[in-house]
C-alpha cells in the first residue's frame, strides 16, 4: 500500500531547500525542469509539439512526489464540476450528474495519461464522491490516484466521531479502502486560525489521520490553503512535526503578483510557492485559470495572447505557466466537457515549458488585466446556497464578462451606448433569472464569510443591481 503505482526515474519536484526562488531562478530552472519533463511521457518518449490537433496525442507530462515515488499526471482531474443531465455543471442547479457522460471523461482521461483526480464530500452538492468512485472503480486500482479532502465545514461536523464518519464515507463513496491523498480542506478559511483548531487540533483528527497515514490507509497527508497567512504559515512551521507530503495552493499568472492587490486579504502564490519550495513540499494548483477568468479574457487581452500564439488557446497560457514550475506536483482542473478536457491534455502532451520571455510576457499580460475592474469571483459557489434564492456567481460573472467585452457603458452618450446596454440587460435575462437577480438581495451577510476571495458580495449585488435599474431607465 505504500505505492501504489511504479516510480518514474526521474524527479522534477526536487527543489533547493533553504531559499526563496527568485524571478531569476525560476526563470533559469523552467529549462531544466521542462527539458525534464518532456522526456517522461506516458508511452516512454517525448514527442514535438506544433499546431493544436483535435486529438490529443497521449504523451502525457508526469512529475514524481518524493514521498512516496507517485508518478503523477501534470494535469489532475478536478471533480467539482462533473457534467449533468442538463449538459451543465452539476454545481449549478439541482440536475442530477450525467454518470455516463463522467464515465466517458475519465475513461478518455485515463486512456491518455491522466491519474491524479481530486474530489470532497462538498462538491456537486455532495454527490461527487460517489460518481467518481462510480466511474473509477471500472478501472484498474493501479491506474489511478485518489484525491479527497476533510471538508468539515460546518459545526456540526467539527466533533471527532462526526469528521471520522466523514472520512470513512469518503472511503465507501469513492469504493476504495486506503486514499491516496487526503487534504484538511480550506485551511485559513472562516475565523482562520481559531477555526482551524476546532476542525483539526482540539478535536484531535489530525492527530488520528497521522496516525491513518502510518497504518498506510492514507497515502499522502496534505492541506488545501484559502485565506488566511497565518495559517498557512503556522501549518509550514510544523512541518517538522507533521511532514506534509503536499499541499495544495491557488496559483496563476494573475495572483503570482497580484493577489493581494485584488484583494487584500489574499496572498500572492508567489510567497505561497516560494513557502512551499523552501520546505520541498510538492505543489497541488488549483484555479489555474481563476475560475475561467484566464480562459474568458478581455478581448484586447485575447488579441494579445493570439498574436503571440495564434494556435494556443487563452486557458493554455495559463496552465503552462502552472505547469512549468519545478516543485509542481499536478495542476488541477474541472472539466465538464470533453472540449475542454482535450484542450488541458495538448497543453500537457507533453508540456511545453515557458521561456523567459513568455513568463515576462504573461506578467505584462497580468498587468494589464489588472487594470479591467472586475470582481474577483471564481465560481467556486461556496457562497451557495442563498437564502434568498440568488444565483450569486451568475450575477457576478455576467458583469465580469460583460466589463471584458466593453458592453459596461459609464454614460448614454458614450459610442455604441446602446448596443452596450441591450448587450448588458439581454444577457442578464438570459443568464440569471428574474427571482435569482442581485435585486433580490436583502444584505444579510450569509455569503461573505464562505467567500476564498473575501469579496463583499452584497456590496458588489447592490451596485450591480444599481446598475441594472440605470440602465432599464436610460434609453441613450
Not at 29 to 44: D, N, P, Q, S, V
Not at 345 to 367: C, G, I, M, V, W
Not at 435 to 460: F, K, L, V
Given at each position: ?74 494535469l489532475g482531474f478536478g471533480m467539482m464540476r462533473l457534467p449533468s443531465v442538463g449538459g451543465r455543471s452539476a ?180 510567497y505561497l510557492y516560494n513557502e512551499l519550495a523552501k520546505r520541498s513540499i510538492p505543489a497541488v494548483i488549483m ?108 450575477i457576478l460573472l455576467h458583469y465580469n464578462k460583460c466589463l471584458n467585452e466593453g458592453n459596461i457603458p459609464e ?66
Open positions: 500500500m505504500k505505492d501504489s503505482m511504479s516510480p518514474g526515474t526521474m524527479n522534477e519536484n526536487i527543489m533547493e531547500k533553504g531559499k526563496n526562488i527568485s524571478r531569476r531562478d525560476f526563470l533559469k530552472r523552467i529549462g531544466t525542469a521542462g527539458a525534464a519533463a518532456a522526456g517522461l511521457t506516458a508511452c516512454g518518449k517525448g514527442e514535438k509539439t506544433g499546431t493544436q490537433s483535435a486529438e490529443p496525442a497521449g504523451s502525457m507530462t508526469y512529475r514524481t512526489n518524493p514521498s512516496t515515488g507517485d508518478r503523477v499526471s501534470l454545481r449549478e442547479g439541482n440536475e442530477e450528474i450525467d454518470q455516463e457522460m463522467v464515465n466517458r471523461l475519465v475513461d478518455y482521461a485515463i486512456a491518455h495519461g491522466v491519474n491524479y483526480f481530486d474530489t470532497s464530500p462538498a462538491y456537486c452538492q455532495g454527490k461527487s464522491e460517489h460518481s467518481t468512485g462510480i466511474a473509477l472503480s471500472r478501472h484498474p486500482r493501479n491506474k489511478y490516484f485518489i484525491a479527497t479532502k476533510m471538508s468539515n465545514f460546518a459545526p456540526s461536523t467539527w466533533s471527532l466521531e462526526a469528521s471520522v464518519a466523514m472520512y470513512r464515507n469518503s472511503m465507501k463513496e469513492l469504493q476504495v479502502d486506503y486514499l491516496d491523498y487526503l487534504l484538511l480542506h480550506g485551511v485559513g478559511m472562516g475565523d482562520g486560525m481559531e477555526e482551524f483548531r476546532h476542525r483539526f487540533i482540539d478535536n484531535g483528527l489530525l492527530d488520528f489521520l497521522l496516525e491513518e497515514r502510518r497504518a498506510g490507509r492514507v497515502r499522502n497527508l496534505g492541506f488545501s490553503y484559502h485565506g488566511d497567512v497565518r495559517v498557512f504559515d503556522y501549518l509550514l512551521s510544523q512541518h517538522g512535526r507533521y511532514k506534509w507530503d503536499f499541499v495544495q495552493i491557488q496559483l496563476n499568472y494573475l495572483d503570482w503578483k497580484y493577489a493581494r492587490q485584488i484583494n487584500p486579504r489574499n496572498t500572492d502564490a508567489e484555479e489555474p485559470l481563476l475560475g475561467g477568468r484566464l480562459s474568458n479574457v478581455p478581448t484586447t487581452v485575447f488579441a494579445r495572447l493570439k498574436e503571440r500564439e495564434p494556435e494556443m488557446s487563452a486557458a493554455s497560457w495559463a496552465f503552462r505557466f502552472a505547469g512549468s514550475l519545478p516543485g509542481v506536483q499536478t495542476v488541477l482542473s474541472g472539466m465538464t466537457r470533453m472540449e475542454h478536457l482535450q484542450d488541458n491534455l495538448r497543453t500537457y502532451s507533453p508540456l511545453k515549458p515557458l521561456t523567459e520571455e513568455d513568463f515576462a510576457f504573461l506578467q505584462e499580460t497580468a498587468t494589464q488585466m489588472m487594470s479591467f475592474d472586475t470582481i474577483p469571483c471564481n465560481d467556486c459557489k461556496y457562497c451557495m446556497p442563498c437564502p434568498y434564492g440568488l444565483d450569486i456567481p451568475a454614460s448614454s452618450q458614450d459610442p455604441g451606448y446602446r448596443k452596450a446596454r441591450r448587450a448588458f440587460l439581454v444577457g442578464y435575462g438570459r443568464s440569471v433569472p428574474v427571482m435569482r437577480q442581485a435585486s433580490r438581495c436583502i444584505g444579510c451577510g450569509q455569503c461573505s464569510p464562505h467567500c476564498p476571495q473575501r469579496i463583499d458580495i452584497p456590496g458588489e449585488l447592490h451596485r450591480i443591481d444599481a446598475y441594472v435599474e440605470r440602465l432599464k431607465q436610460e434609453i441613450g
